[in-house]
């Protein structure tokens, strides 16, 4: 099990930027693969952008490409998300997932571990 859980998420209008933490439990952090997913309402789960062990590797989404970035700090069992120039087809809750795999993952089947989820709306 690795635990997983999310801050940062909040209200920001629409321009704006937050911050997404994730926090890992557990001893083999850093030999995993991470992502983070966002959920619409009524829309399916999309993997929005994802990181692989070493943080050599990453993966975004067409539609944040330029505006988020991910990272991890193994040192720290810590993910991030920054994401800037928010808009309101960012609001989402957003979900950060483990792989048990050094490689990244692009569907949400291929991830092992989810955290709860944080809530981001952006008011246009």
């Known amino acids: 099990q690795v635990p997983l859980v999310e801050s940062g998420g909040g209200l920001v209008q629409a321009g704006g930027s937050l911050r997404l933490s994730c926090a890992a439990s557990g001893q083999t952090f850093s030999s995993h693969a991470m992502g983070w997913f966002r959920q619409a309402p009524g829309k399916e789960r999309e993997l929005v952008a994802a990181?692989?062990?070493?943080?050599?590797?990453?993966y975004y989404a067409d539609s944040v490409k330029g505006r988020f970035t991910i990272s991890r700090d193994n040192a720290k069992n810590m993910m991030y998300l920054q994401m800037n120039s928010l808009k309101s087809e960012d609001t989402a809750v957003y979900s950060c997932?483990?792989?048990?795999?050094?490689?990244?993952?692009?569907?949400?089947?291929?991830?092992?571990?989810w955290g709860q989820g944080t809530q981001v709306t952006v008011s246009s």
């Open positions: 990181i692989n062990w070493s943080g050599t590797s990453t």
């Open positions: 997932a483990c792989r048990r795999y050094l490689r990244i993952g692009y569907t949400p089947a291929e991830y092992d571990y």
